[in-house]
């Protein structure tokens, strides 16, 4: 399907939009390690694949009264681009939530962050769209710092470094099908892909999670759910309305940074010296492509 080209107010909008869904998508890392250490009183953490789970099942809950009256507009694409969309989604969500309870959350975060490579890959063939040349030198300054924190960082945990990688793969692929469901309205995406996948883990929390919380950690997974999850992506579904998908991968890279941050400062885990090296390339990869498109009247 042929690319649209928004307005530049629309597509500025687009791009406020992205950042603010960076910034609340990068609560995740302090929340998750909140839910998954062990703690005193109710022995070991909550394992991922719960808080994958339940994750998806509140923040689509909380999206769902958005979402009922423009349910129509899912025929305005056949219907493998919602199902692919769900499980797309369900591996992305799952994988990173696995990988953030199994290394540092700067590590899952930032190799999730390999999408845009996948992304400035698969675009072309997925949804037409041709990133621009120029926007490839930014795209390299961004993944320079992806790879400087991957390898700083190789030593820890292969298995939660490999979960992070499928991870970040799969954003690649939900971001493109998320573009491709531009005549759907963006609460029903949202609404479709967090209840899905929530339904879809169900069985697997079943057999190897835990399904009673106690009332901290329901909390917890209330603003996991809510405010970290399914308000963020409201946004991130909107936005890919109006900015094309290899630019919103790029954008949202921001999140890469913001989330070790975050989880310093609320449980003290401590920022690997590989992510303060990696984190200022991967902002500059991000400012120079929306400075260049700026300099260019684009977004």
């Known amino acids: 399907m042929a690319p649209d080209v928004p307005t530049r107010p629309a597509a500025w909008a687009g791009v406020a939009a992205l950042v603010a869904c960076a910034a609340l998508w990068s609560l995740n890392g302090p929340l998750i390690k909140l839910l998954s250490p062990s703690e005193p009183d109710s022995g070991a953490g909550v394992p991922g694949l719960t808080i994958a789970c339940y994750r998806s099942l509140l923040g689509g809950l909380v999206v769902l009264p958005l979402a009922v009256q423009r349910a129509r507009t899912l025929r305005n694409v056949p219907a493998r681009w919602p199902i692919a969309c769900v499980v797309a989604f369900t591996i992305m969500t799952a994988c990173f939530v696995i990988a953030t309870t199994q290394t540092a959350a700067a590590n899952a975060i930032l190799l999730q962050y390999t999408a845009p490579a996948w992304v400035w890959l698969l675009s072309p063939l997925v949804l037409r769209e041709r990133p621009r040349r120029r926007e490839a030198v930014w795209l390299a300054a961004a993944l320079g710092g992806v790879a400087v924190i991957f390898f700083g960082n190789a030593g820890a945990g292969s298995r939660g470094l490999l979960i992070a990688l499928v991870s970040g793969l799969f954003f690649a692929v939900l971001t493109m099908l998320i573009r491709g469901m531009r005549q759907v309205d963006a609460n029903v995406v949202v609404a479709v892909n967090l209840l899905g996948s929530g339904l879809l883990l169900i069985p697997a ?67 690997p010296p590989a992510t303060l090296l990696g984190g200022p390339l991967i902002l500059l990869g991000v400012a120079g492509s929306m400075g260049s498109s700026a300099r260019r009247g684009e977004t």
């Open 205 to 271: 929390m079943v057999l190897w999670g835990e399904i009673a919380l106690s009332m901290r950690r329901t909390l917890l997974m209330l603003a996991l759910g809510v405010v970290q999850f399914g308000l963020p992506y409201v946004l991130f579904a909107w936005a890919l309305q109006r900015v094309e998908a290899h630019r919103a991968a790029l954008i949202v890279l921001l999140e890469a940074v913001l989330n070790p941050l975050w989880t310093w400062l609320v449980v003290g885990e401590r920022v």
